[in-house]
Structures are given as C-alpha cells and as structure tokens.
T-cell receptor, first 118, second 113 residues
Framework: AQTVTQSQPEMSVQEAETVTLSCTYD???????LFWYKQPPSRQMILVIR??????QNATENRFSVNFQKAAKSFSLKISDSQLGDAAMYFC???????????????FGKGMKLTVNP | DTAVSQTPKYLVTQMGNDKSIKCEQN?????MYWYKQDSKKFLKIMFS???????INETVPNRFSPKSPDKAHLNLHINSLELGDSAVYFC????????????FGPGTRLTVL
C-alpha cells in the first residue's frame, strides 16, 4: 500500500520570504500523480499543484513550484514571496495512475500547518 | 456555478439519530468520493463511485451508506450516529478512475452530541 509522509507538522515563514514544505512517499508503482492541497481556516480543500510521475519537468503554478525527485520518492513544495493568504494546512497526496478499482483514491499525508508572519 | 457542492455545511445532532449529507458536482465527472477528516486533520477515503457504481468501500461501518442516483450526485446516509462519527466529511469528484485531478466540495462538519 502507498504511504505519504509529511514529517514537519508545523512551519512558519516571514511574509515575502520563501519556504519549502517536504513530502516523501512510498510506492512500488511507476506511474502515478502527486498533489499538494491547501486547506485554509475556511476548511475548503484547494488544489495547489499537480505533478505527473512520468514528467521529468517540475510543475510550477505562479509562486508555487515543486521539486520532484522520483528516485528518492520526494515531492517538496516551494512557496516563493509568501503572502499572508498562504497561511493554511498543506497536504501532500498520492494517486495511482492505474485505472482499476480501488487505486483511484487519494492517499494523504498528515498535513503541515504553515504560519505566515507579517 | 460551484463545481462541487455539499449540503448542509454544518450538522449538529444527537447520538442515535440518522442523518444525510448531499453532494452534487457540475463538472461532468464520472467519479465521486467521500473522504473523512478526523479531529487531527487526517483525511481518509471512505467510498468512491464511478458512473453510479460503488468502487471503493474502505472498511467503513455499515451504518454509513452511500447512494448515487446519477453520476452527478453522491449522497451519504449515516444511521445510528455515534460520538466518533464527529468529523468533517468531504465530497470530491474527478474526471475518471485514472488521471483526473480530484476537486473537493466545501465539507460538512458533523457534530454528534
């Protein structure tokens, strides 16, 4: 079974600085997807970024970028120019690319609380 | 034009009652899910449906019964509520069984007294 580990339960960053959130995962599959979701106090789960395992190029979305190291099974999220609105819980998640019953679920890490200091 | 909607957003009820949470998606997706987020914020799959067919039932007590009347709707009925059922329940949908990005509803906070 796949597992996702977020080893840092909490982090803080100064506004306008850069912060990196770590995530590692374990799988025997070669084709899969990785996600970062953000959950602000409003409770809504918001997709931040997605990475396909077959792509060597790291995904980027504006101030958000990932460092995907497939061999090391590592998937970190970098937030540049941190803003107060980035304060939230961040969840790393894994999803198999296999189209078979049971494999389509997201497997989540335990989450990490990010505080942004003004 | 909310993509994935859930009702109600808050639900407070007594132990032993039966309650339902409704979910609708207007994204045209084939696959829908229920996830449970516990008091420690941990998220875990409960059920998934693909084109109204149950795909995943992740060792959830049979007091929980999902129903999908059509592929745009996935409801969750809970019988004989227990204190431990207190959690946030998220509905989500994705395009299909592989590759689609799951999008989440706003969540339903269930409190059992």
């Amino acid at each position: 079974a796949q597992t996702v580990t977020q080893s840092q339960p909490e982090m803080s960053v100064q506004e306008a600085e850069t912060v990196t959130l770590s995530c590692t995962y374990d799988t025997s599959e070669s084709d899969y997807y990785l996600f970062w979701y953000k959950q602000p106090p409003s409770r809504q789960m918001i997709l931040v970024i997605r990475q396909e395992a077959y792509k060597q190029q790291n995904a980027t979305e504006n101030r958000f970028s990932v460092n995907f190291q497939k061999a090391a099974k590592s998937f970190s999220l970098k937030i540049s120019d941190s803003q107060l609105g980035d304060a939230a819980m961040y969840f790393c998640a894994y999803r198999s690319a296999l189209a078979q019953g049971g494999s389509e679920k997201l497997v989540f890490g335990k989450g990490m609380k990010l505080t942004v200091n003004p | 034009d909310t993509a994935v909607s859930q009702t109600p957003k808050y639900l407070v009820t007594q132990m032993g009652n039966d309650k339902s949470i409704k979910c609708e998606q207007n994204l045209g997706h084939d696959t829908m899910y229920w996830y449970k987020q516990d008091s420690k914020k941990f998220l875990k799959i409960m059920f998934s449906y693909n084109n109204k067919e149950l795909i995943i039932n992740e060792t959830v007590p049979n007091r929980f019964s999902p129903k999908s009347p059509d592929k745009a709707h996935l409801n969750l009925h809970i019988n004989s509520l227990e204190l431990g059922d207190s959690a946030v329940y998220f509905c989500a949908s994705s395009q299909d069984l592989s590759g689609g990005t799951p999008f989440f509803g706003p969540g339903t906070r269930l409190t059992v007294l």
